[in-house]
């Protein structure tokens, strides 16, 4: 599976994006799939997750109200909403998917990562 991250930018505090992870390779309606953020110094950390089956979701405390996982099956890409942004939020995004089930909260319950979309919101 590979997956390609896209809509990150620059967007002042307050403001919103989109992110998509689009899949290729093979269908990923199957699968988990997480994201994921990288700040400048800092480690990769858990942002939010889908299960599969089920498609329950599951966020980080920071980002809980602010930010929506959803799957467009058809369209074999995740998205990740995100408002009410704040310059903390400033980070490279990755999304990552796994084909088995559950809901997978670390890097190492992910087999297949994309190479990130940088988001920079400025205050």
């Known amino acids: 599976v590979q997956l390609v991250e896209s809509g990150g930018g620059l967007v002042q505090a307050g403001g919103s994006l989109r992110l998509s992870c689009a899949a290729s390779g093979r269908t990923f309606s199957n699968y988990r799939v997480g994201w994921f953020r990288q700040a400048p110094g800092k480690e990769r950390e858990f942002v939010s997750a889908i299960r599969w089956p089920g498609g329950s979701t599951y966020y980080t405390d920071s980002v809980e109200g602010r930010f929506t996982i959803t799957r467009d099956n058809a369209k074999n890409t995740v998205y990740l909403q995100m408002n009410s942004l704040r310059p903390e939020d400033t980070a490279v995004y990755y999304c990552?998917?796994?084909?088995?089930?559950?809901?997978?909260?670390?890097?190492?319950?992910?087999?297949?990562w994309g190479q990130g979309t940088q988001v920079t919101v400025s205050s």
């Open positions: 990552a998917t796994d084909p088995r089930y559950g809901l997978a909260l670390t890097e190492v319950e992910y087999a297949y």
